[in-house]
């Protein structure tokens, strides 16, 4: 069965500060991994995709890749507080699995 | 309009029922899936299908099943309601492996 863990949180981030949440995973075959926000009430939404070692940037984003660790992490610069909300970690090609997710509060 | 569109939004049954959510997308993708949500526990995939006559299992496939019927349309079944079916689904949608999901707005079930 595969298996993506993540810290259920909540974390609290002063507004500005670096977000770094935390995903580890147990399927050494996927290849893709994914970060998916959810705001209460709502339907996910994809933030980021990785499919290789390293760092990926998208303006405040950024996606950090280990397949060596099965570690998956996603920064988020200059925190605002429209980024609270839970952020969900999914991994697989075509069974797509998602972690329990991290609930983030960016306190004002 | 919603590109994936689940009906109903919302909807309250009795134990021992049975219940079809349904999924319909003009997104053009060949990839559905039936996810559920409960609180504190993220998604869990329920089935997932790549064409109609591709349909795989997911995580927590017991007690449910689902059906096909078209490129676009991918409905979810619990031919006998429980109450730990009470939960929050989501049907999504892609267009290739490894690809992004675009989810519908969600079906609230209530099993009472």
């Known amino acids: 069965q595969k298996e993506v863990e993540q810290n259920s949180g909540p974390l609290s981030v002063p507004e500005g500060a670096i977000a770094s949440l935390n995903c580890t995973y147990s399927?050494?075959?996927?290849?893709?991994f994914f970060w998916y926000r959810q705001y209460s009430g709502k339907s996910p939404e994809l933030i980021m995709s990785?499919?290789?070692?390293g760092d990926k940037e998208d303006g405040r984003f950024t996606a950090q890749l280990n397949k060596a660790s099965q570690y998956v992490s996603l920064l988020i610069r200059d925190s605002q507080p429209s980024d609270s909300a839970t952020y969900l970690c999914?991994?697989?090609?075509?069974?797509?699995?998602f972690g329990k997710g991290t609930r983030l509060h960016i306190l004002p | 309009d919603a590109d994936v569109t689940q009906t109903p939004r919302n909807r309250i049954t009795k134990t021992g029922k049975r219940i079809m959510l349904e999924c319909s997308q003009t997104?053009?993708?060949?990839?559905m899936y039936w996810y559920r949500q409960d609180p504190g526990l993220g998604l869990r995939l329920i089935y997932y299908?790549?064409?109609?006559?591709?349909?795989n299992k997911g995580e927590i496939s017991d007690g449910y099943s689902v059906s096909r019927q078209a490129q676009a349309k991918f409905s979810l079944s619990l031919e006998s309601a429980i109450p730990n079916q009470t939960a929050l689904y989501f049907c999504?949608?892609?267009?290739?492996?490894?690809?992004?999901?675009?989810f519908g707005e969600g079906s609230r079930l209530t099993v009472l």
């Open positions: 990785i499919y290789s070692n």
């Open positions: 997104k053009g993708h060949d990839r």
């Open positions: 999914a991994v697989g090609d075509d069974k797509i699995i």
């Open positions: 299908s790549f064409d109609v006559k591709d349909i």
């Open positions: 999504a949608t892609s267009d290739l492996s490894a690809g992004e999901l675009f």
């Open positions: 399927d050494r075959v996927s290849q893709s």
